[in-house]
């Protein structure tokens, strides 16, 4: 079945410092999603990818979908200590409708 | 507008008993899915409901049923509890549940199996 992996598994920062998670699937993906979740809390829809090589920026975030689409990465500029959380891709397979979704990358923000 | 909402909160169980979680989507929303986070996880998919039509569904066990009602309002049955089970149950909700639709999760609720 369809798989998905995430590096790093957790990253810690010092405020200020930049960060990217990579998120990789095992199959070719209709589109990805990026989620976050802080803790305790549950996870929040960031934003949506869906066109080969596609990079969207929300503000500090750059979310970038691979020409195969069969990776996709997250961006943040300058870390702040509300990034806090473990950060999430879920990708839609071309076959099924259910997103998949990797194991997350805990972000961590020293002040 | 609230937004999704999941009773309860939190539920302890033991080994063998059932339980039924329940979860209100978003006004207006006709799709829900049913997800387990098992702790240091990614959520992973149960089921997934639109109209009242089983839409899809996970790699899980039979133990673990679902059901979605005329107001589009959703309950997950699990029978025979495992200790593996214990998580957090997440329902999202979905405008109609197609492929690019954005899933907004409710608070969840935390099921420890003791």
């Known amino acids: 079945g369809q798989q998905v992996m995430q590096i790093p598994q957790y990253q810690h920062v010092q405020e200020g410092e930049d960060f990217t998670t990579y998120c990789n699937s095992s199959?070719?993906?209709?589109?990805i999603q990026w989620y976050k979740q802080r803790p305790g809390g549950h996870p929040v829809f960031l934003i949506q990818?869906?066109?080969?090589?596609e990079v969207k920026k929300q503000k500090r975030l750059t979310f970038q979908f691979g020409e195969a689409k069969k990776n996709s990465s997250l961006h943040i500029t300058a870390t702040q200590t509300t990034d806090v959380g473990t950060y999430f891709c879920?990708?839609?397979?071309?076959?099924?409708?259910?997103?998949?979704f990797g194991p997350g990358t805990r972000l961590s923000v020293l002040p | 507008d609230a937004g999704v909402t999941q009773s309860p909160t939190h539920l302890i169980k033991t080994r063998g008993q059932h339980v039924t979680l329940r979860c209100s989507p978003i006004?207006?929303?006709?799709?829900v899915s049913w997800y387990q986070q098992v702790l240091g996880q990614g959520p992973q998919f149960i089921f997934q409901?639109?109209?009242?039509?089983?839409?899809g569904r996970g790699n899980f066990p039979d133990r673990f049923s679902a059901r979605q009602f005329p107001n589009y309002s959703s309950e997950l049955n699990v029978n025979a509890l495992l200790l593996g089970d214990s998580a957090l149950y997440l329902c999202?909700?979905?405008?109609?549940?197609?492929?690019?639709?954005?899933?907004?999760f409710g608070p969840g609720t935390r099921l420890t199996v003791l």
């Open positions: 879920a990708g839609l397979d071309n076959y099924g409708q259910n997103f998949v």
């Open positions: 199959t070719t993906l209709s589109n």
């Open positions: 999202a909700s979905q405008t109609s549940g197609g492929p690019g639709d954005t899933q907004y």
């Open positions: 006004s207006g929303h006709k799709s």
């Open positions: 409901y639109y109209e009242k039509e089983e839409r």
């Open positions: 990818l869906v066109k080969s090589g």
